[in-house]
């Protein structure tokens, strides 16, 4: 079984159709690279994963580990194992980030019936996760996001993902707004969550992440649905020859 | 003649919405007839066994208050209160109390432990009786501090907590009765000095009616040595709760003191209308700290305690300091300005306020800072909240008189709105009579946005849980300059009465 399986997913927003009959398997284990043109549905498939309000489904179904996600919250979708890494992480003043950080494990594994962490143990799991994405502890003094560069915000979304430990991560153009050193970090970070228990759904418009993210397959999203798939060259195939002939595909 | 009541040993829960204080505890009490005039306040004065002085300010504030109109300024609105429908006296009986914890009915001490009273002090306010030198046993310890309470229960103080203790101090911490008894002399020279008799409407009836409430006096050079706190609970139906705290810092003392509030729910509005002053004089510090969490009506709007308080410090002394931190997160209305007359060269005031309104609740609070001495510095942050039906406006003045060389005042004021039907509103005036005066004002309004929400929900918080996070955040300023044992229960108040805001 398929670790998050999407069938004839269609979604409107504001009563504009984005997604068009999206169908999609993600194994468990397995990296998944979603990549497309401005405006195909990425983020939408992204927020409606993850349960963001104002996207309607008006048909189609979506199976996480078997369960229907789309008629849970986004936290008990959070709880059971679904993560977001946001494309613009929001900032929450005066909250520290390491309260933020303690509130949302101890939140999950209150939903997951399991006891909340020591602070001992916690703050040496933080530690240990945030001296690897270089995260100083300053920063995590720090309110969430708050002033932090936009690599600053990224490793801070992969230390979120470290820490709580999801089955499937959904980054959502996690390479936008870095430099090729930040870029490294952030992909070292993820490559180091890798287990044949956890999946990921890599959303990008770039082949360049996945030259540091190396993926299994590679989906080609086109006005709302998977126009093509294939192995990691598919990538390479977009970044010289553009999307130009998959939307003309689906035009015509 | 006094009203008697049924007694039911009992703990009766009404329909309380949110609010996790609303239960009555029906115990037999001793009235004063319905209604105001001459008789009353003499009943009142008998009952306290007053100095003929103290009848006599009080039959003057009456005449007074007689020839009062109530103001009207205020950005909230409520039907007229008819004041001869109320009572002006009600105290508990005083009966045998149970011997200990355990001969008292647990959803009492449950309910205690929510109110986030310490066991000790529970002890005291159940009227748990205990032999003598039976009291340090540090069970009244709150995070290894200890903290003296006392209980005003209606119109009298019911119990008042290491009051040997600090006696050893000199310091003199009692119901202001006793102290009208004990240390006339001090009360007749401090009361009515800050708020005058003839101050305000509210002010002027408390003045005439006033039952109870603390009375504080630390002598010169002597700090404290713990927290003092008031816990004022309306019972009574129809019963006006006023309260009188007089609060006085002899030269190079300290004092912090928190006071805590709480009401049973009921469809008609409760009159709260206390008088708090405090005198600090040369080089002597008050910090007087406020959880406010009385009865804010139900979902519809209906019942709710009307809250019309004047508080106000008098930095009589040079390099005198007084501190207001306020957490207010009950009452139907609040009509409410913690003020410092900053009359001592070098004196220092300060307000820290964080107003939470949500449901039907209006809130109309602030401060005047008032700069009369040289090199006066005041300092506002004020945090507003508002969610549901409600409306919070913050209305401040800062004067600077002629003689206030070099006064400095900053104030940060800033607002948050929870929702679609809420409003938010600052209402700042700012005087200074003098070219040396430096006022700053910032003030903010912001939303909490619904990517924001979903980013902590995407991370395994509860919609309530995300509101409540972020709402911390933005009042954290102010819960630092609580003292620590209450700034855990104050966010988890937050938490409570944000509760059913969103969605």
Partial sequence: ?252 | MPAVQETVDQVRRIDVDQYKYGFETLIESDKAPRGLNDDVIRFISAKKNEPQWMLDWRLEAYRRWQTMREPTWAKVHYPPIDYQDLYYYSAPKKKDGPKSLDEIDPEILETYRKLGIPLREQEVLLGVQRPAGDDADGEGQTNGKRVAVDAVFDSVSVATTFKEELGKAGVLFMPISEALQEHPELVKKYLGTVVPVTDNFFATLNSAVFSDGSFVYVPPGVRCPMELSTYFRINERNTGQFERTLIIADKGSYVSYLEGCTAPSRDENQLHAAVVELIALDDAEIKYSTIQNWYPGDREGKGGVYNFVTKRGDCRGARSKISWTQLETGSAITWKYPSCILRGDDSRGEFYSIAISNGHQQVDSGTKMLHLGKNTISRIISKGIAAGKSQNTYRGLVSAHRKAKNARNFTNCDSLLIGEKCGAHTVPYIEAKNSSAVIEHEATTSKISEDTLFYCMQRGLSQEEAVALVVNGFVKDVLQTLPMEFAVEAQKLISVSLEGSVG
């Fill in chain 1, 1 to 252: 079984m398929a670790l998050l399986e999407i069938k004839n997913l269609h979604v409107e927003v504001d009563g504009k159709q984005i997604l068009n009959g999206l169908s999609l398997a993600v194994e468990k284990g397995q990296i998944a690279a979603i990549m497309g043109p401005n405006g195909s549905g990425k983020s939408t498939l992204a927020h409606v994963l993850a349960g963001k309000a104002d996207y309607e489904v008006t048909s189609g179904q979506v199976l996480f580990n078997g369960e229907d996600l789309l008629a849970m919250s986004p936290d008990e979708r959070a709880a059971k194992g679904m993560f977001l890494a946001f494309q613009y992480p929001l900032e929450i003043p005066g909250v520290a980030t390491m309260t933020f950080l303690r509130t949302a494990l101890n939140a999950q594994r209150k939903k997951r019936g399991e006891e909340e962490l020591s602070p001992p143990d916690f703050n040496r799991r933080v530690f240990d996760v945030a001296a690897k994405l270089e995260i100083d502890r300053d920063m995590l003094r720090r309110g969430v996001n708050v002033g932090f560069s936009g690599g600053e915000k990224k490793r801070n979304e992969v230390l979120q993902m470290a820490l709580l430990e999801p089955k499937l991560c959904v980054l959502d153009e996690t390479d936008s707004g870095l430099d090729i050193d930040a870029l490294k970090v952030v992909a070292e970070g993820v490559n180091r969550l890798r287990s044949p228990e956890r999946s990921f759904v890599l959303i990008t418009h770039y082949q360049r992440l996945l030259n540091y993210i190396i993926p299994d397959v590679v989906h080609v999203l086109s006005r709302g649905r998977i126009a093509r798939s294939g192995g990691k060259e598919l990538a390479h195939e977009l970044e010289a020859r553009g999307y130009a002939q998959y939307q003309e595909e689906l035009a015509s």
